[in-house]
């Protein structure tokens, strides 16, 4: 499931580049960088899974499964900020003296903290697109909320998870079917005459 | 470009100055930028009229589709 929200996220962030290209909006570019890395991460996090199926067999591939959710978080922590910064230039909320926290990097397992962390950027990226659909009333921004919002679910059942193993596939499924919204918005956007 | 395309692609230069809010000479700067780039062209030996040249219809389809793009996500073009 990974790899089909990976191809989406890419489309999205292709369609971000292209719109760059013509309009040359600052934003756009920033929607490319998020995408690419969301992507990135999805695709680490679906070649990590399968490390750990295959750590069944062989127990060195742990090591590598760890690296690859550390390098997933990291890649969707970004991405998710920087969705959050452009959400608060657009509202003039911007603080310019931001304190930069170089967090140590540390091997990371699946864990509450950082599903927090995710959760916490997810439900104001979420609420944005709220706000966005309630004043446009269009169907793109209807299905950008709700791709939001599935990431949010998504999140929250890989946040269960860490305490019971049969949140897993609601996880993936909650994600996929965020990443599903995403190219239903795309295709929408194709069709506009 | 809007302005032409709303006027059956037949606008003359007061449609454009009172549809799209412009002074004069901003209107003379802009339509020649847009003849340069070969996205409207001028027709009309007394009375000039504007009208949208392919090319200038297929980067309007083009600009929708990015801001229903950029409008999904919230962002003003």
Partial sequence: MEFVAFAIAMAVAFQAVKGYRLARERTLLYLNFSFLLLGAGLLVDGLANLIVLLSKFHRNFLFLSRIGYTIDFLAQLVAYGILVVVYLQQTRAWNSQLAAAALPVVLLENNPLTELVLIFLLVYISGQSAINYNVSKTTNSLLVFGAFTSLVVAHVFFLLFTIAPIFFPFAHISQLFGFLLLLGMLFKVNQTQ | ?77
């Fill in chain 2, 1 to 77: 470009m809007r302005v032409i395309q709303r006027e059956e692609n037949q606008a003359k230069p007061t449609r454009i100055l009172y549809g799209a809010n412009l002074s004069h000479d901003r209107l003379v700067k802009y339509l020649d930028e847009l003849k340069a780039l070969g996205v409207i062209q001028e027709s009309g030996n007394d009375e000039k009229v504007y009208s949208l040249t392919q090319k200038g219809i297929e980067f309007l389809n083009n600009f929708r589709k990015v801001e229903a793009f950029a409008g999904a996500f919230g962002f003003k073009i």
